[in-house]
């Protein structure tokens, strides 16, 4: 009896912590953003540029996906999270 409630406490615990330990869409924005600017810090040449430009592209695409996924949001959903 004592294994099945520590293993149910387990799973309630696991469970709890991988909800609240989800990003909202608002902080993988802030991610993409911050890991975008990173890059384009570390182009000073058109060899860097051309080294990182699939990079910028992926980075900006997912940054923009994100962003117009916030905007379409309605303000309710965006206060609850």
Known sequence: MM???ILA???VLLAL???SCQKSDVDLC???QTELVE????INDRDSAD???D???KLMNQFFNLF???NNTPEEEKTEG
Do not use: P
Request: proline fraction near 0%.
């Open 68 to 70: 117009n996924t916030i």
């Open 3 to 5: 294994k099945k409630t």
């Open 17 to 19: 912590t991988t909800i």
């Open 30 to 32: 802030l991610n993409a």
């Open 55 to 57: 990079e910028v592209d």
């Open 51 to 53: 080294k990182y430009a």
């Open 39 to 42: 890059t384009l810090q570390k």
């Open 9 to 11: 406490a387990c799973a």
